[in-house]
């Protein structure tokens, strides 16, 4: 599917000195927001079609290609739901306008369930142990509310007649295909691989195949209705009028919706000011709670920093208290005032359970949230898998109050300043949660925080689980000595992102064995498994960029793979860039944002993809994923960008 983006191309910034390797141990610095640096939106999407770390960039909603009317409400009293027909195109049925694509689609009555439609969990089941999956409930004499009742009465003689006909010159019996006569879990997973979780850009209708399939018959009908609806995407307020509008008028399909997903939310209209943008009521805290409301079944809530004024308090106590089947939560860089004050209102004034059914938590970049609402919500995550803290104000005593019972498989504690370096050695050592994990993420900014000096470093090395395919210790002192300590690691890592202190040749003794070691030793050498490091805390004087393109180092040479991505700072990506040296190795510098990497130009049939990262292929993500998806809106910039 075409996308309407264009490559990243950022300009260069002015070279910095190499910042002082004087220790900044354990001083703690409160998180500041960067709201400042981040008033526009901007959707980083993986080019997979490129070589590795390609992203696109783009900030305009492909639904803000037409004018809209800044007085439209949130309700929708028209046909067409307020949608304008796109200019130069020839009129269109408003009754086949769809709520969950593009706003111009010509398929909107589609979407419509039929007259008495009753979602999953409206279905009686007799018996208790009865299964209730479509197949069992049609055995049952039971279905959706659609199904006709004299089909049901049609003679046993008669209908085992079709059955054994199916088949008749070369065509089937409607109804009788053999695609439809699958278990509908298995139709429901077939049809699941045609949705797109990235909104398209332009007017590229979205699902047009899911919105095709409802007209071909009542089997692919009701199979495809669970999939629109099951994960929902709301790139614009628009859309999410639309939405609502929807599953108000059919309360049964909200209670398909498993997904809503706000991390593609483009808070920006044309022509728009954002007093204008209040006014039509689209997206606010009332509407959004309506949304919840509707959606009993909701199993993934992802929002990000354009939404947090429109989540009072209200719609965190409905997240947080009232939905007993979410599991993922994502509050990516929520930090305005409304929202600290929003969510700190409820832990103390609310009652909330013991257990909170939350397994994957993100409060990535909320800076502005006081200890006490991890305080308050941490020790009440007893099935706690994902959880990401990234430059928060998490102390020691927080991150010992998570659960014995929580088994931690993604754990970010990136820029935590507020964290000392021993007790979060000793956390990973004894506390039962961390034996599980497969991404960890100890980053720092070594110009303002230092979590691990050097006998932290050395100290924590070997306690980390064999389990752990990505690791960060970025902004850690480190030196020689931690080289050896590091070998055992680099056998099962796929991520590795070093401190400072350390220069070309200690990198070079993680690829390839000691030539001064005995025979043996370098015969019973054991090859690395890294395919990303990240080695941008080192200067160029301490990469030594004369010798790492020199003939004699192996690190750029084929010796080294599956290593393919080296991370690096701007002063040596400036370097690097208007060198001959790079495209002679074969390799190339790619960037995005703030970030930098060399990328070894090769074909590989590695897309990079893997389980632990979620639906990321690409290396070096710095967020962690709450839920399955493709890489792409605010949650892209914040992985790759930032």
Not at 347 to 352: A, F, M, R
Not at 569 to 585: D, F, G, I, P, Q
């Given at each position: 599917m075409a996308v309407a983006n264009t490559n990243i191309s950022m300009p260069s910034r002015p070279l910095k000195a190499a910042p002082a390797l004087a220790s900044h141990k354990h001083s703690i610095t409160p998180p500041k927001s960067d709201r400042a640096d981040r008033t526009s939106f901007s959707s980083v999407k993986e080019n997979t079609a490129g070589i590795v770390q390609s992203f696109t960039d783009n900030k305009i909603s492909?639904?803000?290609?037409?004018?809209?009317?800044?007085?439209e409400t949130a309700i929708d009293e028209g046909d067409s739901g307020g949608s304008l027909t796109p200019p130069g195109t020839d009129a269109v049925d408003h009754q086949r306008m769809g709520p969950l694509t593009n706003p111009h689609s010509a398929l909107h009555g589609f979407v419509c369930p039929c007259e008495g439609f009753r979602g999953?969990?409206?279905?009686?089941?007799?018996?208790?142990?009865?299964?209730?999956?479509?197949?069992?409930?049609?055995?049952?004499?039971?279905?959706?509310?659609?199904?006709?009742r004299e089909e049901s009465k049609v003679d046993s003689q008669s209908q085992l007649s079709t059955d054994k006909a199916t088949i008749k010159d070369g065509a089937s019996i409607p109804g009788k295909s053999p695609i439809e006569t699958l278990p509908t879990e298995l139709l429901g997973s077939i049809i699941d691989q045609l949705v797109t979780d990235i909104p398209p850009g332009g007017i590229t209708p979205r699902n047009v195949d899911l919105?095709?399939?409802?007209?071909?018959?009542?089997?692919?009908?009701?199979?495809?209705?669970?999939?629109?609806?099951?994960?929902?995407?709301?790139?614009?307020?628009?859309?999410?009028?639309?939405?609502?509008?929807?599953?108000?008028?059919?309360?049964?399909?909200?209670?398909?919706?498993?997904?809503?997903?706000?991390?593609?939310?483009?808070?920006?209209?044309?022509?728009?000011?954002?007093?204008?943008?209040?006014?039509?009521?689209?997206?606010?805290?009332?509407?959004?709670?309506?949304?919840?409301?509707?959606?009993?079944?909701?199993?993934?809530?992802l929002s990000q920093e354009h939404i947090d004024d429109d989540m009072d308090a209200n719609v965190i106590k409905k997240l947080l208290c009232e939905l007993p089947n979410l599991q993922g939560l994502d509050f990516c860089?929520?930090?305005?005032?409304?929202?600290?004050?929003?969510?700190?209102?409820?832990?103390?004034?609310?009652?909330?359970?013991?257990?909170?059914?939350?397994?994957?938590?993100?409060?990535?970049?909320?800076?502005?949230?006081p200890s006490s609402v991890f305080e308050t919500?941490?020790?009440?995550?007893?099935?706690?898998?994902?959880?990401?803290?990234?430059?928060?104000?998490?102390?020691?005593?927080?991150?010992?109050?998570?659960?014995?019972?929580?088994?931690?498989?993604?754990?970010?504690?990136?820029?935590?300043?507020y964290l000392s370096g021993a007790r979060v050695v000793e956390f990973l050592s004894n506390h039962p949660a961390a034996k599980t994990l497969v991404y960890l993420n100890l980053g720092s900014d070594i110009k303002s925080h230092e979590m691990f000096n050097r006998s932290e470093v050395t100290a924590l090395l070997p306690v980390l689980p064999a389990s752990l395919r990505s690791l960060s210790l970025k902004g850690s002192e480190m030196d020689k000595s931690h080289i050896p300590l590091l070998l055992p690691l680099t056998k099962h890592l796929e991520e590795l992102g070093l401190g400072h202190g350390l220069v070309l040749d200690d990198i070079r003794k993680l690829f390839?064995?000691?030539?001064?070691?005995?025979?043996?030793?370098?015969?019973?050498?054991?090859?690395?498994?890294?395919?990303?490091i990240d080695v941008s805390d080192l200067t160029y004087r301490q990469?030594?960029?004369?010798?790492?393109?020199?003939?004699?180092?192996?690190?750029?040479?084929?010796?080294?793979?599956?290593?393919?991505?080296?991370?690096?700072?701007?002063?040596?990506?400036?370097?690097?860039?208007?060198?001959?040296?790079?495209?002679?190795?074969?390799?190339?510098v790619k960037e995005a944002g703030r970030r930098y990497w060399l990328v070894r130009n090769a074909d590989n049939a590695d897309s990079g993809g893997r389980d632990w990262k979620w639906g990321a292929n690409y290396w070096g993500m710095r967020k962690v994923p709450v839920a399955r998806a493709e890489v792409g809106g605010m949650y892209g910039h914040y992985m790759f960008k930032r």
């Open positions: 492909s639904y803000l290609r037409y004018e809209v009317d800044g007085n999953w969990k409206q279905i009686a089941v007799r018996g208790k142990i009865a299964s209730k999956s479509y197949g069992d409930l049609k055995s049952l004499g039971m279905g959706w509310g659609w199904d006709s919105m095709s399939l409802l007209l071909t018959s009542r089997t692919m009908h009701s199979v495809t209705l669970g999939t629109l609806y099951k994960k929902i995407t709301i790139p614009h307020s628009r859309v999410f009028r639309k939405f609502l509008t929807h599953i108000r008028e059919y309360n049964a399909l909200g209670t398909i919706v498993r997904r809503l997903d706000f991390s593609h939310f483009n808070p920006t209209g044309i022509g728009l000011t954002a007093r204008q943008r209040a006014e039509t009521l689209n997206l606010i805290p009332v509407t959004l709670l309506e949304c919840l409301n509707l959606t009993p079944n909701l199993r993934e809530f860089a929520c930090s305005s005032a409304s929202f600290r004050d929003a969510i700190t209102t409820v832990i103390s004034t609310c009652e909330l359970p013991d257990a909170l059914p939350i397994t994957r938590l993100s409060f990535h970049e909320c800076t502005s949230l919500i941490l020790p009440r995550l007893q099935r706690l898998t994902h959880l990401d803290v990234a430059h928060t104000r998490i102390t020691d005593d927080i991150l010992f109050s998570i659960p014995h019972t929580a088994r931690l498989t993604h754990l970010n504690l990136s820029k935590c300043s390839v064995p000691n030539q001064e070691a005995s025979i043996e030793e370098q015969l019973e050498w054991i090859p690395h498994t890294l395919h990303y990469l030594d960029l004369s010798t790492l393109f020199g003939s004699s180092c192996p690190v750029l040479r084929n010796d080294t793979l599956p290593l393919e991505v080296l991370e690096i700072n701007a002063e040596v990506y400036k370097l690097m860039s208007n060198s001959t040296l790079v495209k002679r190795a074969g390799w190339c």
